[in-house]
């Protein structure tokens, strides 16, 4: 079910009023039983792969707390294997065989595999990578083994978040699911208004911003110079708008009924080196790759070579977790290279330390030009690297990086994708936006609405509220991130 669908419209709000009309031990149920109609919309039958690494990954929990040693270690792995199998099945069988076709047919051996006829589950990559940080933290300790059937299958369906994420960690979302939540006026208001901010993003900006997008990198071949470049930039910020969205929506939903789930994006196009950028986009799987690949690699604790080894490793794993494609591959890649190459280079400015008295320093005035040239420079290797995970293949990427060097600045053919209004319009959007996270980061911008008199205050909401009935284009397009 999406939730820019009409489905949504009426699921939800039903949801909400029997949630707090029932009693806590009916409200997991219920929760969980909306969940899987949640999921059901999509494919009924793939309910039953999602309830059977449940079942799995319930009953390992145990076996890991109950032994010591290598047992307990064997069970682990065989949680994870079972997880990743599943994984690997759906997402990653189709990209095997056509690779290996591709093989064939270079050195006649012929011995090609017909492609397997199956749809990947929606989010698989997601409540996966949940269930595995469930039976982890019970192998490292930092968990217990939940004895609660319903608890430990709502952590891994909660409909919020079980699609898209976040990602989440056992010990945010289960003693929360245990608690009896009364209703709390402010916290429905503040959800509210952080799903109303979430479809603002998602139906007027990314949505509108995707027409564009969609015409260029699907026919690369008809476009070059500017044109191609704009699409660049505004797939960055589609990408970003849809996917913070969704975040949005399903943080505000889950605050609702009185869940907080962790924060997933922090303005990542107001930073200022690559490093910084993913401390502030998608944090929940940034966090999670460090945690549970990146630190026990040996994280920075190790010699030169080997920390390059596993920046490499863990952005390649990154890419793959984001499709089974040979571009998403070279785009994580890619940030692997930003990564290692920005912490080897020295540092931009010297003066970094000047201060004067412990105030305002007088570096950051000095500064200012070199801080814009970083974030620039971020901004342009992000966006850059954006072209492969967009593009459909890497031919096609070749072709539009190609294209991009063209001098072409004849932009009108963009303006039949829909109409010359509509173009400059996402142009506005675009940079309403950056101005909203750049002031927002400075001092928030929702707790200033909040204390503000109430006529004024719920101008505001109205006044978004029609912008999205008014701009928002309702042609219920998936979410990006719905088919990783």
């Not at 990743?84 to 099945?89: H, R």
């Not at 011995?111 to 997601?126: D, E, H, Q, R, T």
């Not at 863990?314 to 089974?324: P, Y």
Request: glycine share 4%.
């Amino acid at each position: 079910m999406l939730f820019n669908s009409l489905e949504f419209l009426f699921f939800f709000p039903a949801v909400f009023v029997h949630y707090y009309f029932l009693r806590q031990s009916q409200r997991l149920w219920m929760l969980l039983i909306a969940s899987c109609i949640f999921y059901m919309v999509y494919r009924p039958e793939y309910i039953l792969i999602i309830l059977l690494t449940i079942i799995i990954d319930y009953f390992a929990a145990f076996q890991i707390q109950k032994h010591a040693g290598s047992k307990r270690k064997q069970w682990l792995l065989a949680s994870i294997i079972a997880n990743v199998s599943i994984l690997v099945f759906f997402k990653y069988s189709n990209f095997a065989i056509a690779n290996w076709n591709w093989l064939n047919d270079k050195i006649n051996l012929h011995l090609s595999s017909p492609i397997l006829n199956i749809a990947l589950p929606i989010g698989l990559s997601f409540h996966t990578f949940q269930a595995m940080s469930y039976t982890i933290e019970v192998y490292r300790g930092k968990h217990e083994a939940e004895k609660h059937f319903g608890v430990y299958a709502l952590y891994v369906l909660f409909f919020p978040q079980m699609v898209a994420g976040p990602i989440e960690r056992p010990q945010n979302i289960l003693p929360q699911l245990k608690v009896k939540h009364q209703f709390n006026y402010t916290e429905v208001v503040e959800g509210l208004k952080q799903v109303l901010w979430g479809f603002f993003k998602k139906l007027v900006i990314a949505d509108r911003l995707a027409l564009f997008v969609n015409a260029v990198f699907d026919h690369p071949h008809d476009y070059s110079g500017a044109s191609v470049w704009i699409a660049i930039y505004f797939f960055a910020f589609q990408i970003y708008c849809d996917f913070s969205g969704y975040s949005d929506i399903a943080l505000g939903c889950a605050r609702m009924l009185g869940i907080r789930l962790m924060t997933n994006f922090n303005a990542p196009y107001l930073s200022k080196s690559v490093k910084e950028f993913w401390s502030r986009w998608h944090i929940s799987l940034s966090t999670w790759f460090r945690d549970y690949v990146y630190i026990p690699l040996g994280g920075n604790k190790v010699s030169n070579l080997k920390w390059v080894r596993n920046i490499l490793i863990v952005f390649v794993l990154s890419g793959f977790w984001h499709g089974a494609n040979w571009t998403f591959i070279v785009w994580g890649l890619l940030h692997g290279l930003y990564l290692i190459i920005d912490h080897f280079s020295p540092t931009l400015s010297p003066s970094t330390s000047l201060r004067i008295n412990s105030e305002r320093t007088l570096e950051a005035s000095i500064n200012y030009p070199a801080k814009f040239f970083k974030w620039f420079l971020t901004f342009n290797l992000v966006c850059f690297a954006w072209i492969f995970f967009r593009a459909n293949s890497i031919s096609d990427c070749w072709m539009i990086i190609q294209h991009a060097s063209i001098p072409d600045f004849n932009i009108p053919k963009l303006y039949e994708v829909s109409s010359k209004s509509q173009f400059y319009l996402s142009f506005a959007l675009i940079f309403l936006l950056m101005t909203f996270e750049y002031f927002h980061q400075r001092k928030n911008l929702f707790e200033r609405i909040q204390v503000m008199p109430m006529i004024p205050r719920w101008s505001i909401y109205i006044a978004i509220f029609w912008i999205i009935l008014k701009f928002g284009m309702f042609s219920q397009q998936q979410f990006i991130y719905f088919v990783f």
